[in-house]
């Protein structure tokens, strides 16, 4: 059996502002808005798997500092927050670029309104289900 290769997916910094224009028309409640857009400046910026993305805190956010510490994984089965899957997955993502600079003044000001320790929390205060969310705001989008 062969198995065929996925292709990677990235985003430029333009097609993640594009993105990000579209998820601020879906009709869903602003609260969602914001934090979907916020997935996609964060994913752009950092280069951070969807699981790694997902387990942040905002204790592993440094504004000062322009870093964004990884130290932890949601599991895509069952959402809950663990270890790193290897130790190269630990790891400082510096912020230093324009593109960074401009994601950490989102985040920080998307911040504000997070009462909770995730930064990229669900309705329930829960770990955000990546594929669903993902593939949902995708498929409404068109470039």
């Known amino acids: ?13 333009a097609q993640a502002n594009q993105i990000v224009d579209q998820v601020y028309k879906l009709d869903v409640d602003d609260a969602r808005k914001k934090r ?7 994913a752009v910026a950092t ?11 905002l204790n592993d ?6 870093t964004v510490r990884v130290d932890e994984s949601a ?3 069952t959402y809950i927050i663990g270890p790193c899957k ?16 401009e994601a950490l003044r989102m985040l920080r000001s998307f911040s504000r309104d997070v009462r909770t320790q995730t930064a990229l929390y669900s309705t329930r205060s829960a770990v955000l289900r990546c594929v669903k969310h993902m593939s ?8």
């Open 1 to 13: 059996m062969r198995i065929k290769s996925c292709e990677a997916v990235s985003f430029s910094w």
């Open 136 to 143: 949902c705001m995708l498929s409404c989008i068109r470039f």
């Open 75 to 77: 599991d895509q089965r």
């Open 61 to 66: 956010i440094n504004f000062k500092e322009g």
């Open 86 to 101: 290897n130790v190269a997955a630990y790891r400082r993502v510096l912020l230093a670029d324009s593109e960074g600079r």
């Open 47 to 57: 280069g951070l798997r969807c699981s790694e993305l997902f387990a942040l805190r």
């Open 36 to 42: 979907y857009a916020m997935v996609f400046v964060l």
